[in-house]
């Protein structure tokens, strides 16, 4: 039995349903399903896309031309002639009502209208022009996820210039392995900020950055002494200086092509110095008009809220619900401060339609023993959507159990690389437990085999067929296409390979397996790493568990390491019951070779553990970017293992 079925009312008058009535006028056909409005999405681009400009009301000219080169990947080009700006889009919509909310843990809150929201951008558009920032310039900001940020991202994007941002917990090499890389004309970077109920400095993060990139810097005050900060600076001013000199006028907005460069966005670093993935401002605003409009069915007036880092791509992806007049709930901080139902004090206090958060914040509020279902009036919220790794059915059950019993439960998953979802939630159809409802719309997305061949119920590589407009435009310093080919293009001609190891279902959804380059092959099998995680962590004696393959006479074993519970030790009997969990629940070929106890896991800033960067310590290779993580310190309990000496 599915977990969750469409009303009729969504069926009939939801905006993807309404959609789907346009879609059969344009096509001359009767589109009845999702499947037939999928099919048409990718058999016909160019009307699609035009469609999706039109419903979403893009203020701008879509040229001539949809759609060019449309069957060669690296040579599509969509709307070439046409010219728009991505801030003005998302500054549609005035007036008294809340554009955005915030909260900074339980430390500071605020709400700003959309007049007042197109006010401050006005005033820092000025004061940008005035620094001389100017189409293609580059502007980067170490900030909290908090309105600031917001309006500083439009006032840059207004002037055709390009945004990029990470958190302030990045280490002062992992920001510069970023922000160097790309030299940025302006800095912009908060004095302190709250996490877990703790002050945290980063004043002396900010002037050793500062020094290196050599160009001015902006302090926005949060949680500090911006104005210390900005006087220590040879170059510094803070946000308040930097405006007060303007008043707040009619905004004007630079018309730019399709393609012009909108954001810069890194890979995670893991292995090497992050690749600089630049995303068009056309290609991004159609995507995620999709995406918001159509498969979250977002209107006008919403609350729209993703639990996000201004280092993650989630954080571009919620941004963009300004343009569909969505008001969006921001926090930043620690999501278990003081206890594990801050959010969902959040949700209930602003009435969110929408909840995102991670696979892993579910999994930690179900091991807290947390369930809103009981304490938390949540009847505003209709979709609550989960990515950054995959979902465990466990966790698709306990959304039902302990949350909300009649919300549609979307697991999503894309990457930075898309700065968006290849496969997400479908409101016209049901959701099946362990499963994300399907592709998306536009993406003539498919599972493939080892040698190109499409499969069905078996595991294969995510691929993409057709070009779609969020491809990156390039990656930064890569004048010949190199990069972005290997990163892409190598396994499959003129076909873009994601990287993830993935599996259609019997109810035409999709499991990911996680990351293909992460497989396990022992014997020549081909195992994701989630299949073993999913049976693991079900256990209370488990907090988390990584898992890799060793090289080990002639082959690979499977090594899975754990994180106990307090009080937990990694005993025989507890090893039984892990060996045999997995046995049962997955295969005999599941079964690791050693399981391990660490005290801790590596993570990324953005909550996803690292198995490639263990399986290079274990194998006694450095990892080149240890910046890249949360907690760098955790690679050292990986290092020369006497229990995988044997």
């Known amino acids: 039995m599915p977990l969750w079925k469409p009303s009729a009312d969504i069926l009939a008058r939801s905006p993807m349903a309404l959609f789907m009535k346009a879609g059969s006028r344009i096509a001359g056909r009767d589109l009845k399903s999702y499947d037939d409005l999928h099919a048409w999405s990718v058999e016909d681009r160019a009307a699609f896309w035009t469609a999706v400009w039109d419903d979403g009301e893009v203020i701008g000219e879509k040229g001539g031309v949809a759609l060019e080169n449309g069957e060669r990947m690296l040579e599509a080009r969509f709307f070439p002639e046409g010219r728009l700006n991505f801030a003005e889009n998302l500054l549609k919509t005035t007036g008294p009502d809340d554009a955005i909310v915030f909260r900074g843990e339980d430390k500071v809150s605020c709400r700003w209208s959309w007049d007042a929201l197109?006010?401050?951008?006005?005033?820092?558009?000025?004061?940008?022009?005035?620094?001389?920032?100017?189409?293609?310039?580059?502007?980067?900001?170490?900030?909290?996820?908090?309105?600031?940020?917001?309006?500083?991202?439009?006032?840059?994007?207004?002037?055709?210039?390009?945004?990029?941002?990470c958190s302030p917990d990045f280490g002062e090499q992992g920001v510069l392995d970023r922000f160097g890389q790309i030299e940025p004309k302006l800095f912009i970077a908060c004095d302190a900020y709250w996490?877990?109920?703790?002050?945290?400095?980063?004043?002396?993060?900010?002037?050793?950055?500062?020094?290196?990139?050599?160009?001015?810097?902006?302090?926005?005050?949060?949680?500090?002494?911006?104005?210390?900060?900005?006087?220590?600076?040879?170059?510094?001013?803070?946000?308040?200086?930097?405006?007060?000199?303007?008043?707040?006028?009619?905004?004007?907005?630079?018309?730019?092509?399709?393609?012009?460069?909108?954001?810069?966005?890194?890979s995670s670093g893991?292995?090497?110095?992050?690749?600089?993935?630049?995303?068009?401002?056309?290609?991004?605003?159609?995507?995620?008009?999709?995406?918001?409009?159509?498969?979250?069915?977002?209107?006008?007036?919403?609350?729209?809220?993703?639990?996000?880092?201004?280092?993650?791509?989630?954080?571009?992806?919620?941004?963009?619900?300004?343009?569909?007049?969505?008001?969006?709930?921001?926090?930043?901080?620690?999501?278990?401060?003081?206890?594990?139902?801050?959010?969902?004090?959040?949700?209930?206090?602003?009435?969110?339609?929408?909840?995102?958060?991670?696979?892993k914040y579910i999994d930690a509020v179900r091991k807290g023993g947390f369930t809103p279902l009981t304490t938390h009036d949540l009847s505003s919220l209709r979709l609550l959507t989960s990515t950054g790794s995959p979902l465990s059915p466990e966790g698709f059950s306990f959304v039902y159990e302990g949350i909300k019993p009649d919300v549609q439960l979307a697991s999503i998953s894309g990457g930075t690389d898309i700065v968006s979802c290849f496969v997400l939630g479908i409101p016209l159809r049901a959701v099946w437990r362990g499963e994300i409802q399907g592709p998306g719309l536009g993406l003539a997305m498919d599972v493939?085999?080892?040698?190109?061949?499409?499969?069905?119920?078996?595991?294969?590589?995510?691929?993409?067929?057709?070009?779609?407009?969020?491809?990156?435009?390039?990656?930064?310093?890569?004048?010949?296409?190199?990069?972005?080919?290997?990163?892409?293009?190598?396994?499959?001609?003129?076909?873009?390979?994601?990287?993830?190891?993935?599996?259609?279902?019997?109810?035409?959804?999709?499991?990911?397996?996680?990351?293909?380059?992460?497989?396990?092959?022992?014997?020549?099998?081909?195992?994701?790493?989630?299949?073993?995680?999913?049976?693991?962590?079900?256990?209370?004696?488990?907090?988390?568990a990584l898992c890799i393959g060793q090289d080990w006479d002639d082959d690979v074993r499977v090594v899975l390491f754990v994180r106990l519970a307090p009080g937990k030790v990694l005993g025989e009997a507890l090893e039984k019951t892990i060996?045999?969990?997995?046995?049962?629940?997955?295969?005999?070929?599941?079964?690791?070779?050693?399981?391990?106890?660490?005290?801790?896991?590596?993570?990324?800033?953005?909550?996803?553990?690292?198995?490639?960067?263990?399986?290079?310590?274990?194998?006694?290779?450095?990892?080149?970017?240890?910046?890249?993580?949360?907690?760098?310190?955790?690679?050292?309990?990986?290092?020369?293992?006497?229990a995988l000496k044997s």
């Open 270 to 359: 893991t292995t090497g110095v992050p690749k600089c993935i630049v995303h068009s401002a056309g290609g991004t605003l159609l995507q995620h008009l999709k995406e918001h409009r159509l498969h979250c069915g977002l209107v006008a007036g919403e609350r729209l809220f993703y639990f996000t880092t201004c280092g993650w791509m989630m954080w571009n992806w919620l941004v963009s619900g300004l343009a569909v007049g969505a008001t969006l709930c921001l926090f930043d901080g620690s999501p278990f401060h003081p206890d594990g139902n801050v959010l969902f004090d959040y949700a209930r206090d602003e009435k969110f339609a929408v909840f995102g958060t991670s696979a």
């Open 195 to 266: 996490y877990a109920g703790k002050l945290q400095d980063v004043s002396a993060k900010v002037k050793a950055v500062a020094g290196k990139l050599g160009v001015p810097v902006v302090v926005v005050h949060y949680a500090g002494d911006a104005e210390a900060l900005a006087g220590a600076l040879p170059d510094g001013r803070t946000l308040d200086a930097l405006m007060a000199p303007h008043e707040a006028e009619p905004l004007t907005f630079v018309p730019l092509p399709f393609r012009h460069p909108l954001y810069i966005l890194f």
């Open 448 to 544: 493939w085999d080892e040698d190109g061949h499409p499969v069905r119920g078996e595991k294969g590589e995510l691929v993409c067929t057709r070009a779609f407009p969020s491809m990156p435009v390039m990656f930064w310093n890569d004048p010949d296409g190199a990069k972005y080919r290997a990163a892409y293009f190598e396994r499959f001609d003129n076909i873009w390979c994601h990287g993830d190891f993935a599996e259609w279902t019997s109810h035409d959804g999709i499991i990911i397996h996680g990351r293909s380059d992460a497989t396990l092959n022992p014997g020549g099998v081909r195992i994701g790493t989630a299949e073993i995680y999913n049976q693991v962590e079900q256990l209370e004696e488990v907090v988390e």
């Open 118 to 165: 197109r006010d401050r951008v006005s005033k820092l558009q000025q004061a940008f022009a005035a620094m001389g920032i100017r189409e293609g310039d580059r502007v980067a900001a170490m900030m909290p996820n908090m309105p600031e940020t917001i309006a500083c991202m439009l006032a840059a994007a207004s002037l055709g210039a390009i945004w990029s941002s």
């Open 579 to 642: 060996r045999t969990k997995i046995r049962t629940g997955a295969s005999p070929r599941h079964v690791p070779a050693k399981i391990i106890e660490v005290a801790d896991i590596p993570r990324t800033k953005s909550g996803k553990i690292v198995e490639l960067a263990v399986r290079e310590v274990v194998h006694g290779r450095p990892v080149k970017n240890k910046e890249a993580l949360a907690n760098p310190e955790a690679l050292e309990l990986f290092a020369g293992l006497e």
